[in-house]
């Protein structure tokens, strides 16, 4: 059904998002730490929005080949969470999916793993700015790797929110350093970005980064109060509580279970797992995954006052 037309008015829509992006500093650095920290064929090196030189020159027939390739039913998960019934939901999917059928095997993907060997760094001017973003990030750990409930701890310990991590509260609360600062990691089955953003007045970039790299390392150094420990669960158990509270959030911890084989029991072992994870855990994940001394770090915005080496 996919007629040129639809292509071409969707390709026009696309690449006047590229052009607004490259007005954008939070755009403009996500572009720049890609580029630093994933290969060009690597599926992450582009933006979710996609490649420019890709969305130029895409035909139907490619888009017709990539969906039959990758959307497919084998694989495919349905999650249905609120006031319905388990006949009623599967009436329908018969309805909507029931002559719905695979046309061949689906084809093998290796993706390469990435690391980090050394610190990168790169800046980019973008004209008539007043304010630089800056990203901070590693590639980070798969949904399957058995440290990343871990991960998920040491991120709030670290920098996800102003409230229950140390960066957060240290760079905008206490320096005023920043307009805003959290950290966030990706869910998928490959290294994600896990990266911390900041949004800075570019006299405090400098100052700004040392600071988050400077928490970061006493984490790895084990300067971790019990209180900031907990406090760290107590948040992340909390956002789950209120998430369940709404059909929307069931649904969406479902399908992670599901996409990532975490078993029918997630939900409650998930939050015992989080409570479970101890401050040595918590190092080692700061040592190993996201170390300080191999980082990549991407500023965006108006002329620095002096550059970063």
């Not at 307009?179 to 700004?208: E, K, T």
């Amino acid at each position: 059904a996919l007629a040129p037309e639809d292509l071409d008015f969707v390709r026009q829509q696309t690449l006047a998002q590229f052009e607004r992006d490259e007005r954008d500093t939070r755009a403009v650095v996500d572009r720049l730490w890609r580029e630093l920290v994933y290969p060009k064929t690597h599926p992450f090196h582009a933006p979710p929005i996609g490649d420019a030189s890709v969305v130029r020159e895409a035909t139907v027939d490619e888009v017709r080949e990539y969906h039959e390739g990758a959307i497919r039913p084998d694989g495919a998960v349905l999650v249905v969470a609120g006031s319905v019934t388990a006949d009623r939901v599967e009436a329908a999917a018969a309805r909507a999916f029931g002559d719905w059928r695979a046309p061949a095997i689906a084809p093998g993907r290796d993706v390469q793993d990435v690391a980090l060997s050394a610190t990168a760094r790169r800046t980019e001017v973008v004209p008539d700015k007043t304010q630089s973003d800056v990203l901070i990030g590693w590639p980070g750990l798969p949904r399957t790797d058995p440290r990343f409930v871990a991960a998920r701890v040491t991120n709030m310990v670290y920098a996800a929110d102003t409230f229950a991590s140390r960066a957060g509260n240290v760079i905008r609360d206490q320096l005023g350093l920043a307009y805003y600062v959290f950290s966030g990691m990706g869910l998928s089955r490959g290294q994600s970005p896990w990266v911390v953003r900041m949004g800075v007045n570019p006299q405090n970039v400098r100052r700004a980064v040392e600071v988050a790299l400077d928490e970061l390392r006493k984490i790895t150094l084990g300067q971790i109060a019990d209180d900031d420990l907990a406090r760290a669960k107590d948040k992340l158990v909390g956002e789950l509580d209120v998430a369940l509270e709404s059909p929307a959030g069931v649904a969406s911890m479902v399908l992670e279970a599901e996409l990532f084989d975490l078993g029918e029991d997630h939900f409650e072992r998930y939050p015992k797992a989080l409570r479970a994870v101890t401050k040595e855990e918590v190092v080692e994940t700061a040592r190993t995954v996201i170390p300080p001394e191999r980082h990549a770090l991407a500023i965006a915005g108006p002329p620095l006052p002096e550059p970063l080496t």
